[in-house]
């Protein structure tokens, strides 16, 4: 398996080509690929804390990590879901496996959030 330190190396000689990959709005995307009913809603992710808001939420100003007030003054008309974080853990692996399955490298930062050697 390719090593982190090897990529650096390529890059260094200009022959190696690293993706980031970041997935937006991660746990809001979950919930509404797992509840039809929340697509095209704008959708916040926590309670007293914003962790995640939809595209459709962000629209109207709502950004995490605000507090759960201030986003429903921005958007109150916004479908709050509590978090389900078995959902995003299950969603991460998968989405994980399709980056190794496009590379050997790939060096995970967050739950949605990845380095990729190419």
Same mark, same amino acid.
């Given at each position: 398996?390719?090593?982190?330190? =090897?990529?650096?190396?390529?890059?260094?000689?200009?022959? !190696?080509?690293?993706?980031?990959?970041?997935?937006?709005? $991660?746990?809001?995307?979950?919930?509404?690929?797992?509840?039809?009913?929340?697509? %095209?809603?704008?959708?916040? #992710?926590? %309670?007293?804390?914003?962790?995640? /808001?939809?595209?459709?939420?962000?629209?109207? %100003? &709502?950004?995490?990590?605000?507090? %759960?007030?201030?986003?429903? /003054?921005?958007?109150?008309?916004? &479908?709050? #879901?509590?978090?389900? $974080? =078995?959902?995003? #853990?299950? /969603?991460?692996?998968?989405?994980?496996?399709? $980056?190794? =399955?496009?590379?050997?490298? #790939?060096?995970?930062?967050?739950?949605?959030? !990845?380095?990729?050697? &190419?």
């Amino acid at each position: 398996m390719t090593r982190l330190s =090897d990529a650096r190396e390529r890059i260094g000689a200009g022959t !190696a080509s690293i993706l980031h990959a970041d997935l937006d709005s $991660f746990y809001a995307s979950v919930e509404q690929r797992d509840d039809p009913r929340l697509r %095209g809603l704008p959708v916040i #992710v926590g %309670g007293g804390v914003v962790l995640a /808001a939809s595209y459709e939420a962000k629209a109207f %100003g &709502v950004r995490s990590p605000m507090g %759960g007030r201030a986003a429903r /003054a921005l958007c109150p008309h916004a &479908v709050v #879901v509590p978090p389900r $974080f =078995d959902a995003y #853990v299950e /969603a991460s692996r998968r989405v994980f496996s399709i $980056f190794e =399955d496009t590379t050997p490298l #790939v060096e995970g930062i967050s739950i949605d959030e !990845a380095f990729l050697d &190419v």
